[in-house]
């Protein structure tokens, strides 16, 4: 298949399920009346619905799935595996973490925007952690140990947080928090977000040259002028960014940066540049798809979106594991 043909079929199917996802909901309403709510203003409570509720909601679905998907294009192209998904260099854990502390200490009740920041902050904090384990000279392995070491920490501590909870009704609040969900989101976690995701998009979209490079090796790839230091500079601020506000306003959303990789790198050709944009309008796709689903399967239990993409994205890579096994035998 065509690249260009493949980005086209994708952008499609994200556009067609954008549309879906507005007019997908429990109010009630026709087609007809969404989209007359949403571009005209008619109606209070319907436009209410569509520009304060559905709006955000689709848009977050978009700008998250596309940044997992980005993210885990650019983790499996540095590391040259497969298995890399962008919670690796434990910004994830770490943006969780800041939002615990701030649902334990009541930031976030007091404070609109307190657990989105704190989030921020525990993301910023694990970047900081990583370059300073690392180390400017080391390479892709240090980064792993370095990642997984911070990843750990951010859950011992999350761990203990739940554990020193004053109240059962604040730790069902982190559970349900940690499950990842799009509900009851507005158009300030869109704009607190899609600043840092547009820094960080910017940053993983100029590495595919490098990322081309290095699938020859780091010392081919250094002599044909990329520098590895930079490289892995711009990947761990780009996946903290993306991760990172990702993680802030909608929680922890896994499997989508694992997956979508692993499924468009055969109809890429393997080449990591390409798999980069497949893989921004696959995971917007995959999570736009799953934000749909949770309100069409249980939605009066409110089903959490992450639980869903855990819940697919498990078996599917399962699957796929078994699937290149065999070919390889």
């Known amino acids: ?54 709006l955000p909601r689709a848009l977050l679905a978009v700008m998250i799935g596309a940044s997992l998907g980005l993210a885990g294009a650019a983790m499996q192209g540095y590391l040259r595996n497969p298995l890399a998904e962008p919670g690796l260099i434990g910004v994830s854990g770490s943006a969780a973490l800041g939002a615990v502390l701030a649902l334990h200490t009541g930031l976030a009740a007091s404070f609109m925007l307190g657990l989105p920041l704190a989030a921020l902050a525990g993301a910023a904090a694990a970047v900081g952690l990583i370059l300073v384990l690392a180390g400017p000279g080391g390479g892709s392995i240090t ?19 739940l554990n020193l909870s004053p109240n059962p009704f604040a730790a069902s609040e982190i559970i349900f928090w940690m499950m990842g969900s799009l509900a009851d989101r507005s158009m ?48 761990v601020a780009g996946v903290a960014c993306v991760v990172g506000a990702g993680t802030a306003v909608a929680g922890a959303i896994g499997f989508v940066g694992l997956v979508v990789p692993h499924i468009l790198r055969p109809v890429v050709g393997a080449q990591p540049s390409k798999l980069l944009a497949a893989s921004t309008l696959g995971g917007a796709a995959m999570v736009l798809a799953a934000d749909i689903a949770v309100r069409l399967i249980l939605p009066e239990r409110d089903l959490k979106l992450g639980v869903l993409t855990a819940i697919v994205g498990a078996p599917l890579f399962l699957h796929l594991i078994y699937r290149t096994r065999r070919e390889g035998l």
């Open 1 to 54: 298949m065509r690249f260009s043909l493949l980005l086209a079929l994708l952008g499609a199917l994200v556009a067609a399920l954008f549309a879906v996802s507005l007019l997908v909901g429990p109010a009630g309403l026709t087609p007809a009346q969404s989209l007359a709510a949403l571009i005209r203003g008619e109606g209070l409570a319907e436009t209410l619905v569509m520009r304060e509720i559905r």
């Open 143 to 161: 980064l792993i140990l370095a990642g997984i070491a911070v990843s750990a920490m951010a859950g011992a501590l999350t761990s203990l947080v």
């Open 188 to 235: 300030v976690h869109v704009w607190l977000a899609l600043p840092l995701m547009v820094v960080g998009w910017a940053l993983l979209a100029s590495l595919g040259r490098g990322l081309d490079a290095l699938t020859l090796g780091e010392d081919a790839a250094a002599t044909m002028g990329i520098s590895l230091v930079r490289l892995r500079l711009v990947l």
